[in-house]
């Protein structure tokens, strides 16, 4: 089991959907910072349903608590632990999924691993609950950041299959904020909308891509050969649930480039090393050149859906039809926004302080 992420800035979550409580603990977090709750409170509510029509309706007033590491408004250096209480729970409806595995989910890899002794009320740790976990030290990782200038923004770009077109950098932010989706492209938004809303009536599913990118970041952050930018970074997406592809830059489209096409060449731009394009996605041999890093996460269409499936009741060994009730998102990616926010801050700022870029006191 392994419930840390990072090695000088440490993130060790806990919690189950159904449990008492999510949490995180932070070892190495800078001394100095100055914590505004009503801040983690802003990114946690990013991350709650929407619409009951696209999200699901389990509704959580995700109040943070302070336990430890805080002292007059400032963090002290000491591990810094928030949690939120799980308050709107409903077991019940999760015993169906105990012995009958719900295809696609977690349920029965658990189940085999921890020899059916693991939580699987609402998904036990393999639920979207722990990211409440991530964005709260996400929230605070990209304090930390901005410090030294560095803004982290988040676009959807595909959901069920209709793909946005991108605006320029300086206006996704704000389209994007716009859009119940999270999408920059606002006719292409209203289409995702339908999409999910289609899905969740004909009781099914659907998947999506995030595009986050981080700006501002130095160049020489990452530490070849085996804890490089990319891999710390992909490692922290990964742990999302939910997530199946991570691509940087051109990504896979440059295994169908020629070197004279991927290639960014460099230039001076503002008196600065820069490159004329950005087919690395901002990082070369693992380190951090410069440019924005780009990278797309793709999410595949949540595993509870209303549609009768077949599975196997782990007890008799028999097939048998699983029809679900319950509460579930029929897409993912709305919701996982500030999640993919809070991965990205957290690995560049445990990467930074590794770097010796960011000092283990900040003053503010
Ligand atoms: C914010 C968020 C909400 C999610 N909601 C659901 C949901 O309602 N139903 C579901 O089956 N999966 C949901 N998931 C995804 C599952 O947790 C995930 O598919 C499961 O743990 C199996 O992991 P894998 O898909 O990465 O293999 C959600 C994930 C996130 C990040």
Redesign the pocket.
Known sequence: MSSSLGKMFRVTIFGESHGPCIGVVIDGCPAGLMIDEGGIREELRR?SPREPEI??SRREPDEVKILSGVFRGYTTGAPLCMLVRNEDVRSHNYHEVRYRP?P???DY?AYVKYGGYNDYRG?GI??????VAMVMAGAIARKILAHFGIKIIAHTIEIGGIKARRPSMELIEELASRSPVGCADLKASAEMVKVIKEARRLGD?VGGVIEVIALNVPPGVGEPVFDTLEGDLAKAF?A?????GVEFGAGFKAASMKGSEYNDQFIIRHGRIATKSNNAGGIQGGISNGMPIICRIA??P????RRPQRTVDLRTLKETVLRLQG????C?VP??LP?VKAMMAIVLTDHMIQAGMIPRVIKE
């Open positions: 991350r999200s699901t719900r696609g989910h977690a890899t998904g393999f639920s979207g609950r722990i990211t599913s990964f999302i649930p939910g997530v199946k999410f595949r949540p595993s509870s859906i509460r579930f998102d029929p993912i919701r996982a999640i």
